[in-house]
């Protein structure tokens, strides 16, 4: 473990400025592109049929015991042309729904029955992920606006830098992928 972190700290010592702002550019603007996608270009309105259902559970104690219990939290749902979403605690009951869907990443952005029923999302730019998407990537960009600015930057500044961004890159994706 200690070569593998001693190897990634090796490669960014000589030259740390460009290959800082090029390594965490990158995902940057993926997510600029996100962004643009999701409140700026045109979304799609289309009807899908729902195929699969699963149940989103939680484990938890009951009354301080150490007996646990899955609780259910939400539903993850598939249509037939492989859109996902996901819902808090309410199950869709018709089959046949309408969906608002982003058209670079196919990210759905509003269900609604055909009751007319809008239903809130938990999936896509909401909820933890939209924080986790928003704090990551203002943590990214507060540190290559340092970089940039800063002269002079210190072994321990340097490693603290790549580290830390390093972790925040790391929860970054791990939301995406989740999500």
């Known amino acids: 473990m200690n070569e593998t972190v001693e190897k990634f700290s090796l490669f960014f010592k000589k030259d740390f400025k460009k290959k800082f702002i090029c390594f965490f550019t990158i995902p940057f603007l993926a997510s600029v592109i996100f962004l643009v996608d999701f409140f700026l270009l045109p979304e799609t309105n289309t009807s899908d049929i729902i195929t699969h259902i699963s149940i989103i559970k939680i484990p938890s104690n009951v009354g301080g ?84 600015l800063t002269k002079h930057i210190t072994e321990n500044a340097r490693l603290n830098l790549l580290f830390s961004n390093t972790f925040i890159l790391a929860v970054w994706i791990y939301a995406l992928l989740l999500y």
Not at 116 to 136: E, H, M, P, R, Y
């Open 65 to 148: 015991t150490s007996v646990r219990v899955c609780k259910v939290s939400g539903y993850r749902y598939i249509t037939e042309t492989n859109l996902k979403f996901s819902t808090l605690n309410t199950r869709i009951k018709s089959s046949e729904i309408k969906l608002r869907v982003t058209p670079l990443f196919k990210t759905v952005k509003a269900v609604s029955s055909t009751s007319k029923q809008k239903i809130v999302l938990a999936s896509g730019f909401s909820g933890l992920n939209q924080v986790l998407f928003v704090l990551c990537n203002g943590f990214i960009l507060v540190s290559i606006i340092y970089i940039l």
